[in-house]
């Protein structure tokens, strides 16, 4: 167990720098509110430490309260997004304290906890993976609001592997049962439990995420002028919104551009798009004589190992998430081009279905059977209900530690300021099945 405990001390460690590095700016950045959609940042730092007193002091370890005068500030279902810059929140130096010296507080929980307690908070760490994967979610939101907010200053342009073109553009799942969702993960949240049977027909999904170039023929085609391939509530959405491409993209004669956090560059074609909401995947997939695949397609591609009868932890098996397998961590501040990680496709031959974009499913958000809440009903139980949709895979914003086949995030469908993306599937036919 003193292993385990060395591995949180790290993550934590290494999930609060990522967090200062994103808010070591000037007080009137982390103050200002860059978009209704977000919070000011200072908010999402001072949230992190928190939602680690309120869990890891107060629920597992028992210790009274640090700033309970400050619990509704920070609470997200007291107040809207768009509301929170009329809060009395901390200020950034203040805020910066409050983290650290909660944290501190949070070192002295971990070195005395049991993991083998029965207690479900203390169990193999179960609190503090749900502390870290909670920061590493908020630091993505951050990256989120900052590329809004149009500051220079994040690009990271680090290399990445080369893209391979060609190749087979779509995998074939055979029909058959596999278990979705977990048992055993000792980090999953409670809407990934419990695993659970599920009997799915052939179909045939895309070997990679949709690339820019291949969106690119829709806009061309005009898909946005034309309701044929959207929804009703889908062409409200673009007729209301005047969207006519993703977000942060522009066109200059002949050449599509985009702005990636204050930086204006052409749209690399052989990346995945992103920055696309629910409504712009389904009416792309429409135009090209595809659907989007429902969560349950889209984890059996990824995950599921006809030769085990098991679904991996990750699409190319146990081994943790490294450069050489899936653009995670921010390493570089973009997907990866199409075909840059051969080597962590899924057994189906599904290739960067973990990091580069969130992937839209066609799936609303709903309990597995059997689901039980825990720890909160605020995290997952509120949320269930049509008015959300499903993405899977994780971003390059994402940490691996909040990455596995099984996890599930969420959003509206008319979000796209979220690093999202998708890929197509399709039904097989009586013959191919």
Known sequence: ???????????????????????????????RQHSPLMSPLVWDLAHVGNYEELWVLRAAGGIEPVRPEIDDIYDAFKTPRKDRPSLPMLRPAEARRYIEGVRGRVFDVLSAVDFDSPDPLHRQGFVFGLVIQHEHQHDETMLATLQLSGEPGLVRDAALPPGRPGGPEEVFVPAGSFLMGTDTQPWAYDNERPAHRVDLPAYWIDRFPVSNQAYTAFLDAGGYDDPRWWTPEGWRWRTETGAVAPLFWTRDGDTWWRTRFGRTEPVPMDEPVQHVCWYEADAYARFAGRRLPTEAEWEKACGFDPGTGRTRTYPWGEDDPGPGRANLGHRAARPAPIGAYPSGASP???????????????????????????????????????????????????????????????DHPIRRQIFSGFRCARSATPEQA
């Not at 385990?4 to 200062?20: C, G, T």
């Not at 609303?364 to 959300?388: A, D, H, I, K, L």
């Open 1 to 31: 167990m003193n292993d385990l405990k060395e591995r949180i001390a790290a993550q934590l460690q290494a999930v609060r720098d990522r967090s200062l590095t994103y808010t070591d700016a000037e007080d009137d950045l982390l103050t």
């Open 348 to 410: 189906c031959g599904a290739e960067q279905m973990v990091g580069d974009v969130w992937e839209w499913t066609a799936s609303t958000f709903q309990p597995y059977p059997g689901f039980r809440s825990f720890p909160y009903p605020e995290y997952s139980e509120v949320f269930f209900g049509s008015g959300y949709r499903v993405l899977r895979g994780g971003s390059w914003a994402a940490d691996p530690a909040a990455v596995r086949t099984t996890f599930r995030n969420w």
